[in-house]
């Protein structure tokens, strides 16, 4: 069977989540051949980048075949996924440069040491946020155990794909990461043995300090570091999963119900490049050791 995946303008409004989701919904079976056409597309953010890559990976794991229409891509997209490297890793010969774009990256397995760097390096590493060593290091531990959990608990059979972009005008900093496995809210519900809890119910629990447990099946996330940063930072942190939506930034904490369905988990976010500098001070709290590589 064939099909035309119409990718549309991505932001990262509520609704542009939604429309990724819902071009999961339409591949979520065997044996597809599917063309990705931008026809109607005049920008992607990173959140878009990420979740196409792994789609791609999704389809073709499932026994299908992928090509993307370069001929339907805007000229500013096609500049943008050259330089992050999507369209070298998906066989357009143009390597990928150095610029605003952290690039598009994709793990099959758990590389401790190679996401430390990419974090490190390519992420906060750059000058366009600007923190001490100690607390880089603290948030970069974080987000790894994103990858980390998307591996253990997510039983992602394609891996975890990554995307982030520098936004000079907007002074925003983003990061997206993305896995396509049983998602957040099976796994608590498993291990609490609840099934009626409601996805927005099982992402407040795993945001909860103290709920992560290193030989459980669905140990906590583990963000407390992160949330604090962001909301010094006054910037956003987001989840979905299933069809719960998390939303932290420096007025709220927000868990709620998404209108659209994606079974693993998207973790979206946003950093404001303003003169600050972030130090450990910020977060009112001294480091662990489990916390710094």
């Not at 946020?129 to 980390?148: C, F, G, M, N, Q």
């Not at 608990?153 to 983003?174: A, D, R």
């Not at 896995?179 to 409601?198: C, E, H």
Request: hydrophobic share 35%.
């Amino acid at each position: 069977m064939s099909l035309v995946l119409q990718v549309l303008t991505i932001n990262d409004e509520l609704k542009d989540f939604e429309r990724l989701f819902q071009l999961w919904q339409q591949v979520n079976q065997t044996d597809l051949e599917v063309v990705f056409d931008f026809s109607g597309c005049s920008f992607l953010r990173q959140n878009a980048v990420a979740f196409l890559g792994g789609l791609a990976r999704l389809i073709e794991s499932q026994e299908g075949k992928v090509s993307f229409n370069w001929d339907t891509l805007d000229n500013r997209i096609r500049i943008n996924l050259q330089q992050n490297g999507f369209m070298h890793i998906f066989g357009e010969g143009v390597k990928p440069w150095e610029g605003n774009s952290i690039p598009y990256r994709e793990d099959r397995e758990l590389d401790k040491t190679g996401l430390g760097d990419y974090l490190s390096e390519q992420w906060l590493g750059r000058g366009w946020v600007h923190i001490d060593p100690l607390l880089k290091s603290r948030i970069v531990s974080t987000v790894w155990e994103i990858y980390a959990n998307a591996f253990e608990h997510g039983q992602t059979k394609i891996g975890v794909f990554s995307c982030g972009q520098h936004y000079p005008n907007l002074k925003e900093l983003n990061l997206t990461v993305v896995d396509f496995g049983v998602g957040i809210p099976r796994n608590v519900r498993d291990f609490l043995k609840q099934t009626d809890l409601s996805a927005d119910e099982t992402l407040k629990w795993a945001f909860e300090p103290g709920t992560t447990t290193k030989h459980g099946i669905a140990r906590g996330i583990g963000l407390d570091s992160l949330k604090q940063f962001v909301r010094v930072n006054e910037g956003k942190l987001e989840i979905f999963s299933h069809n719960g939506y998390v939303i932290i930034d420096k007025t709220q904490e927000t868990y709620q119900s998404s209108q659209t369905f994606f079974e693993g988990t998207l973790v979206n976010i946003t950093l404001k490049c303003d003169e600050s500098y972030y130090s450990l001070d910020s977060l009112n709290s001294e480091p662990s050791e489990e916390a710094l590589f």
